[in-house]
């Protein structure tokens, strides 16, 4: 822990890391309906992620940091954003492994759906829930400002030490795995801190974890599809055949 807090630099790289996250985050949000692209959902998410890892942080400095209030405003819009993104996901997916035409029903549906989610997303950015977020932000300035740097290298080490047991399991908790990653690898940016960790091989292991991830939403997603039994039998075959390569190209 001594050889990472030597190397933890004031708290104001921590506070120039946020003030990053909240501009990206609010340049996001203040972009047009019309403006939305699948790689929009995605930054988005990815910023408010890079946020809830460094609100992970401040709560383990800090006993008086209230996480779940201060973070509740940006986890509504990282939901309803998480929901249009999956079926922006299956999209893709489908478009890799079958032809359009022979699933016509089915991506009908499919795109009336991510359009009642894009829809939604856009009727939560009320001015209320933008108050809401502004505050939020306002509330973890002093935390940031607060922040001890050997609590922040407990903090480190802790997490690190956390993701070499959970990859000793014999059975791999991989949901929990993939979260701790990421919250270790946005967390050593927002420090601008090289830790001893193999950065390399756990940014490498977060790519396939997210790669894993994607391929089991989508593919528990077709099977209640195919289990409701409101598509036609020869799509549901051919969903079928597409959630078994996504189950034979996932981890486990």
């Given at each position: 822990m001594f050889q990472i807090l030597k190397f933890i630099p004031t708290m104001k790289t921590l506070l120039k890391y946020y003030k990053k996250r909240k501009a990206a985050v609010n340049d996001l949000l203040e972009k047009p309906a019309r403006a939305y692209t699948p790689a929009t959902f995605h930054d988005l998410r990815v910023e408010?992620?890079?946020?809830?890892?460094?609100?992970?942080?401040?709560?383990?400095?800090?006993?008086?940091?209230?996480?779940?209030?201060?973070?509740?405003?940006?986890?509504?819009?990282?939901?309803?954003?998480?929901k249009v993104r999956e079926l922006q996901v299956e999209q893709a997916m489908l478009r890799k492994y079958c032809n359009k035409n022979s699933l016509n029903e089915y991506w009908n549906k499919l795109k009336l759906n991510l359009h009642t989610e894009h829809v939604t997303f856009f009727t939560l950015l009320t001015e209320k829930i933008i108050e809401q977020l502004k505050k939020s932000e306002h509330k973890l300035i002093p935390f940031i400002k607060e922040n001890d740097k050997k609590e922040a290298a407990d903090y480190i080490s802790s997490k690190e030490e956390k993701i070499k047991k959970l990859l000793k399991q014999n059975t791999l908790q991989l949901h929990e795995l993939r979260k701790c990653l990421k919250q270790l690898n946005y967390n050593r940016k927002s420090l601008d801190l090289d830790s001893n960790f193999n950065v390399h091989q756990a940014d490498e292991l977060s790519s396939l974890l997210g790669k894993w991830h994607d391929c089991r939403v989508v593919a528990k997603h077709l099977e209640k599809v195919i289990m409701s039994g409101r598509i036609n039998s020869g799509e549901i075959n051919a969903l079928k055949k597409i959630k078994a390569k996504l189950l034979s190209e996932s981890l486990v």
């Open positions: 408010i992620k890079k946020l809830n890892a460094l609100t992970d942080l401040l709560n383990y400095c800090s006993e008086d940091f209230k996480r779940k209030k201060i973070f509740r405003p940006f986890k509504i819009i990282f939901r309803q954003a998480g």
